[in-house]
Nanobody, 124 residues
Framework: VQLQASGGGLVQAGGSLRLSCAAS????????MGWFRQAPGKEREFVAA????????VYTDSVKGRFTISRDNAKNTVHLQMNSLKPEDTAVYYC??????????????????WGQGTQVTVSS
C-alpha cells in the first residue's frame, strides 16, 4: 500500500493542524493505521493508532486529550487532528500501515508501510 501524508505546516503554540494520510494500492480496511513523529536528533516515536475497523484508538501520553486520530475507510484516509499544539510537538510526522491486526501498535517495526512524512513546526 502506498501512503501519502499531508497537512503539515508552521503554527503558533496553542494552534491546530489536521494531518491527512491517503492510502492507495491495496484494501485500506485491511490495515491498522498509525502516526509517528521524529524530531531532529531523536528516534521516531509513536503518536497514535487506530484499528482497521475504526473502533479502537491508542495514544501516547503526551498527546492524550489534544490529538485525535480518525479514519474513513470509504475514502482510504486517516487523519490526525492536533489541537493545543506545543513547541515540543515539532517533528516530521509519518503515517504507517500495519497488516497484523491488533497486538503492538507502538513499535515502528510492527508497521509494514510508511508514508514520506510531513513537517509540523510549532513556534513559541
Amino acid at each position: 500500500v502506498q501512503l501519502q501524508a499531508s497537512g503539515g505546516g508552521l503554527v503558533q503554540a496553542g494552534g491546530s493542524l489536521r494531518l491527512s494520510c491517503a492510502a492507495s494500492g491495496r484494501t485500506f480496511s485491511n490495515y491498522d493505521m498509525g502516526w509517528f513523529r521524529q524530531a531532529p536528533g531523536k528516534e521516531r516515536e509513536f503518536v497514535a493508532a487506530i484499528a482497521r475497523s475504526g473502533v479502537g484508538t491508542v495514544y501516547t501520553d503526551s498527546v492524550k486529550g489534544r490529538f485525535t486520530i480518525s479514519r474513513d475507510n470509504a475514502k482510504n484516509t486517516v487523519h490526525l487532528q492536533m489541537n493545543s499544539l506545543k513547541p515540543e510537538d515539532t517533528a516530521v510526522y509519518y503515517c504507517a500501515a500495519k497488516s497484523y491486526s491488533g497486538g503492538d501498535y507502538y513499535s515502528t517495526n510492527r508497521y509494514d508501510y510508511w508514508g514520506q512524512g510531513t513537517q509540523v513546526t510549532v513556534s513559541s
